[in-house]
C-alpha cells in the first residue's frame, strides 16, 4: 500500500527546506509585498516557523479541534494582509486563492525535494498519494479544491510557468536579507545561519538563488552534497521519537492532543475524504 502525507510529514528533516519555502513564497509579488508591509518574521522568524510548522501539523496531524484552532489563528493573521494595487505598487491579498496556491505549491515541492534527498525517490504510487493529500494543506483555509494542479504532470506545468512568472523586487530582496543574515535575535538562531544559507542556496532553483544574490560555486556545492549525503546517511538512523520532536511539539502547543496514532488516521481521513 502506498504511503501518503501523514507518513512522511512528521519528519523533522524537512525543515531544512523552510529558508527556500520562504524566499520561493515571497518571490511572488502578491506574497512578498504583503509579507514586507504586514509581517516583522525576518526579526522574528522562528515565530514564523512556528506558525506555519503548528497549521501543517496540525491540518494532517491534530484533532478537529486543534484544527479548528490554528485555523482561527491563520485567518486572523491573514486579515489585515491586503492592499489594492495602485500606481506605485501591486495589491495582494492573503485570502487570494492564487496566492494560497503558491504558498501551498512552495511548501509541497519544498517538502517532497527535501524528503527525496534524504530518503531517496518516492516510488510513483507514494508520490501521486502525497500529492493529492497535500491539497489539503490549502483546503484547510480558502483554497478550492479544483484550483489544486490534477496530478503531479499538472503541478510540474503549473510550477515551471509560475517560476517563469516570478519577480524579484526590492521588497522581496530587503525581506531576504533580513531573514538570511539577522542582525540580532536568538544567539543559538545566529550560530547556525551559515548552516541555513548554505541549504537555502543549494535547494533553490538556479534563477532564485542567483536572484537572491546567494553566494554559490564549486566550495558550496561540494559542502551542501557533502551535508545532505551525511543526512541521508545518519538521519533515517535517529529515533522516530527525534525525527518526530517538532511535530510532536508544535501539536503540543495547542492544548490536549490525544493519541498521535489517533491524530495521524485523523489527518489520513481527512486526506481521503
Given amino acids: 500500500m502506498a504511503r501518503g502525507l ?11 527546506g523552510a529558508g527556500r519555502a520562504i524566499l520561493m513564497q515571497i518571490a511572488d509579488p502578491a506574497v512578498g509585498h504583503g509579507v514586507a508591509e504586514h509581517s516583522n518574521f525576518a526579526q522574528r522568524p522562528l515565530d514564523r516557523l512556528r506558525a506555519t ?7 494532517v496531524y491534530g484533532t478537529e479541534e486543534q484544527l479548528a484552532a490554528v485555523r482561527r489563528a491563520v485567518n486572523r493573521a491573514h486579515a489585515p494582509v ?6 506605485s505598487t501591486k495589491g495582494y491579498n492573503a485570502f487570494d486563492a492564487q496566492s494560497q496556491l503558491w504558498v501551498v505549491a512552495t511548501l509541497y515541492d519544498t517538502a517532497v525535494t527535501v524528503y527525496e534527498k534524504v530518503h531517496g525517490t518516492l516510488d510513483d504510487d507514494t508520490a501521486d498519494r502525497i500529492y493529492r493529500e497535500y491539497a489539503q494543506i490549502g483546503t484547510a483555509l480558502q483554497l478550492p479544491p479544483e484550483l489544486w494542479p490534477e496530478d503531479r504532470s499538472a503541478f510540474a506545468r503549473y510550477w515551471q510557468e509560475s517560476l517563469g512568472n516570478l519577480e524579484l523586487d526590492a521588497a522581496a530582496l530587503r525581506v531576504a536579507r533580513e531573514l538570511l543574515y539577522p542582525a540580532s535575535g536568538p544567539l543559538l538562531l545566529r550560530l547556525t545561519m551559515p548552516l541555513a544559507r ?3 542556496a543549494g535547494l533553490l532553483p538556479e534563477q532564485l538563488r542567483e ?12 559542502s551542501f ?29 495547542l492544548g490536549p492532543a490525544g493519541n498521535r496514532t489517533d ?3 485523523t489527518g489520513q481521513q481527512r486526506a481521503d475524504a
Avoid at 507518513?7 to 531544512?16: K, P, R, T
Avoid at 510548522?53 to 491540518?59: G, H, K, L
Avoid at 491586503?82 to 500606481?87: F, K, N, P, T, V
Wanted: a positive charge; charged letters at 25%; glycine letters at 8%.
Fill in 53 to 59: 510548522m503548528t497549521y501543517v501539523y496540525a491540518v
Fill in 82 to 87: 491586503r492592499r489594492a494595487a495602485d500606481d
Fill in 263 to 265: 491524530q495521524a488516521r
Fill in 198 to 200: 548554505l541549504l537555502t
Fill in 6 to 16: 501523514a507518513d512522511i510529514g512528521a519528519e523533522g528533516v524537512l525543515l531544512a
Fill in 211 to 222: 536572484g537572491f544574490g546567494l553566494p554559490w560555486n564549486a566550495w558550496y556545492r561540494r
Fill in 225 to 253: 552534497d557533502g551535508t545532505m549525503r551525511l543526512l541521508a546517511v545518519a538521519y533515517p538512523k535517529l529515533p522516530e521519537k527525534v525525527r518526530h520532536w517538532p511535530k510532536n511539539y508544535y501539536l503540543g502547543q
